[in-house]
Every structure is written in C-alpha cells, then in structure tokens.
C-alpha cells in the first residue's frame, strides 16, 4: 500500500430509549476502521454518551435515522430486536 | 422429588420470570468443584442422547452428578422444569488464554416462541475475576424474539452482568436469554458447565407456593409510589437497558409467562392486560 495519508471511518451505534436523538443511550457499540481500538462484546459497562444529542455535540455525524415501522399485525405485543438504533460516524485521517 | 424447603418461593421465581435467570453464589462446595476441574482437564465427561430421563444422567462416580444432585441444585431445578426433566445436551466451555475478542452476543439453539421453557444451568468450578470475562448475560433478554447470533451486533448494554463469581457458583437460564463469553484476558483457561433440561411436566406451580395467596393477584394502585417488593412489584421491574416503549411490554410478556406458570388466568401487572382484555358486550338496559 503507498504511503500517506488515508481518511477512514468510525463507527458508533447508540440504542436509544425512544426514537428522539437526544433521549437516553441504552445500548451501544463501536467499530474503528483506524484500528487503533479494539471494540468487542461486553467490553464497558459505561456508556460513551449519556444521549445520542452528546454524540451529536462531540463531533458524530448521523449516517442512519431508525425508521419507524408500525407492528406487523398479530405481533404488536412481540419484543425482539432493539429499537431506536442511531448509526454514527466520524473520518479520521490515518498515516498508511 | 425434592424437600420442600429446598424448592425456590415464589418471589424467587417472580425473579426468574422478569429476568430470566437465578443466581447462586458459592453453593457447591470445594471438594466437587475440585474434582469437577481435575475431570475437565483429564478429557472432560461423558454425554447422553437427547431426550434421555435426567435421572440415568450422571450415575456415580460422577462429580458433575454429585453437583447437579446437590439438594439445593435439585431443589432449584425442579422448582423449574420438574422432578425428571429430559437431557437436552450439556457443554464444557472454555475460553482460551488472552483471546481476541470475545463471543458475539446470542441465544442459545433457535428462535423459540414457547411458553414452556427450558432450562440452562451454567456452573463454574472455579473462580472467575473479572479480567478474565465471566460469562456476560442480559437481564430481562429472554422473551425477545431473536435467533441465536442476530443480535452479534450488539457490544454492551446498561445493566448487563459479566459473571465475576467465586468457584462453585451456578446460574440458572431461561433458555431465551441473550448472553456472550467475555473476552479472557488472563493466561488461564477458563472453564464453564452448562446443560440444558427440557421440562417433561406441565410447567404449573411445581416451586413451594405456600406463599401465593389472593394478594398476591389482587389489583393495586396504579402509578402510587410504592416502594413494594411483592410479585407484582418483581415482575413490574424495568431493566436499564429497555426502551420505554418495549420495556412495557416486557411486563405483559412477564405477566403471561406468571399466568402459564400460576394457572391465574386474572393476575395483571399494574393493569397491562386487565385492561386491553375489558371490552364490554352487554347493553345498558333502557
């Protein structure tokens, strides 16, 4: 790989306690394409932000809004994946 | 059948409907866990078909079996599946010295809609400190319908436990809930015993339920303030990681469950369901 510098991308997805973007961070995960961290499960028990309105305010930019899709019929009292799933992103400019 | 006073009461098993899980620190002694470990690491332990009677499971010499044979393990296990549940299949897991990265979190088997549930026991024949993972579950996963490693995208989450226990330590599992080995940070294998029993009884008050009476269904202030810590209040219990919306849900899902289990078709929560089910057809009389 030639030598300079290269922009790539971090990620952060934030589970949110409604659909609003700054109400409270339930659940979260990070991928880092610079490599320099190494996210993997059940690695923290502190929340990167209190709000996905915190990430927002740190420099995050929003790749992905949760759409909001009424319950399938027959399956509106059924729980499953997690809702409100914010994805973020921050280009970081690396050495290759 | 096990002493009654070795049976879980009932707001034990509240618990373990609202959460999904029941923990027991420290309750197998040395001597088994030692000679657990010493199996383990000779080649590990004989298994069985699935389906077989859990009572030709295990016969002596086994220490798995003096484990499982425990009074209180027994008691714990047929307060949930019943006196002579069958053997799914069981497991010694192990996570290696300074892993990578650790299990992506899932459910065990497959999407499961049942109300009847199995049961998984984990056991832990030795410590577990925190760097070195604990098995990592979530509270109150267990009625999210998810299959095995869909939810692998989700890293952490409020109110998750990472098992940090001491040697001779068990957790029992609703067979739905969400968990992960955490990574093993240490130069030491670790090792965890799990097995899962299918109930081959009708899951209905098989737990001491000399505790349950007409209060403990009867309908109560809505949004009073109290501080309680009875069956309603356990299974109203919101998990820190639940959205609002869902985490509601989680309680009918729980009331249900309590229904299934207790044959009281009328106990509500807070009056979730109570009042979803009042729809009047009789007429006002002129």
């Known amino acids: ?96 | 059948m096990s002493d009654k006073q070795h049976l879980l009461d009932s707001r034990q098993m509240a618990e373990f409907v609202a959460r999904g899980f029941l923990r027991f620190d420290g309750i197998v002694p040395d001597e088994i866990n030692r000679a657990v470990m010493d199996a383990f690491e000779a080649g590990g332990i004989s298994s069985y078909p699935a389906g077989t009677p859990f009572s030709e499971c295990y016969p002596e010499p086994s220490p798995i079996g003096a484990m499982l044979r425990l009074p209180q393990v027994s008691g714990i296990l047929e307060s949930l599946v019943g006196p002579d549940p069958r053997f799914d299949h069981h497991a010694i897991h192990k996570r290696l010295p300074n892993e990578g990265k650790a299990q992506g979190m899932h459910g065990d088997s497959i999407i499961d809609t049942r109300l009847h549930f199995d049961l998984q026991l984990m056991y832990f024949p030795h410590d577990v400190p925190l760097e070195m993972g604990g098995t990592l579950l979530l509270p109150g996963s267990h009625f999210r319908r998810i299959n095995e490693m869909e939810v692998a995208r989700y890293q952490n989450f409020l109110g998750q436990i990472p098992m940090v226990c001491e040697a001779g330590s068990i957790l029992v599992l609703h067979h739905g809930i969400w968990h992960c080995g955490r990574q093993n940070r240490t130069d030491r294998m670790r090792y965890m015993y799990k097995i899962r029993l299918n109930p081959s009884v009708r899951q209905l008050r098989l737990w001491n339920t000399d505790d349950l009476n007409d209060e403990t269904g009867a309908h109560q202030p809505i949004f009073a303030g109290e501080k309680r810590d009875d069956v309603q209040a356990i299974l109203a219990k919101m998990e820190p990681w639940y959205e609002a919306g869902d985490g509601r849900l989680e309680i009918v899902n729980r009331t249900l469950l309590w229904r299934f289990l207790t044959g009281d078709e009328n106990f509500d929560v807070h009056y979730w369901l109570t009042r979803l089910e009042n729809m009047p057809e009789n007429r006002l009389s002129a």
């Open chain 1, 1 to 96: 790989m030639a030598s300079g510098k290269q922009r790539r991308q971090k990620l952060l997805i934030l589970y949110l306690n409604t659909s609003a973007l700054d109400s409270d961070v339930k659940g979260w995960t990070m991928y880092d394409g610079t490599g320099r961290e190494h996210h993997t499960t059940g690695d923290s028990d502190r929340r990167p932000y209190a709000t996905g309105m915190d990430a927002l305010l740190d420099g995050w930019r929003v790749i992905q809004f949760p759409q909001l899709i009424p319950p399938y019929p027959g399956l509106e009292y059924t729980t499953s994946f997690k809702k409100n799933e914010y994805i973020f992103e921050k280009l970081e400019t690396i050495d290759s």
